[in-house]
């Protein structure tokens, strides 16, 4: 599986629909995605979700260039402070309707 650390998603099922997380590790026997906002989800305590139940707001080709989540990519540890700042930061740039 594709490593998608790093990637800003928007989930699409479940009870935190339209939630904005941070992909924040892959569990590669399972194929899911570990998510966290820093707030309701906290780094040490992920969402598990399936691919398919999230949109991609950022990707390869498009990523989002912020300090936290070029240290996330490369294995530093995350706070939840940071990563809630880097999320917010990214909603400022973004508005989620268009895409």
């Known amino acids: 599986m594709y490593d998608y650390t790093g990637w800003i998603v928007e989930a699409a099922a479940g009870r935190d629909k339209g939630g904005v997380f941070c992909v924040v590790g892959v569990d590669q026997e399972r194929s899911m995605l570990l998510l966290a906002d820093g707030k309701r989800r906290k780094v040490a305590n992920p969402k598990v979700k399936k691919l398919g139940h999230v949109l991609p707001l950022t990707d390869m080709e498009h990523p989002f260039d912020h300090p936290t989540i070029q240290g996330l990519k490369r294995g530093t540890p995350l706070s939840d402070r940071a990563l809630r700042r ?14």
């Open 86 to 99: 880097a999320l917010a930061a990214f909603k400022e740039g973004n508005t989620l309707g268009e895409r």
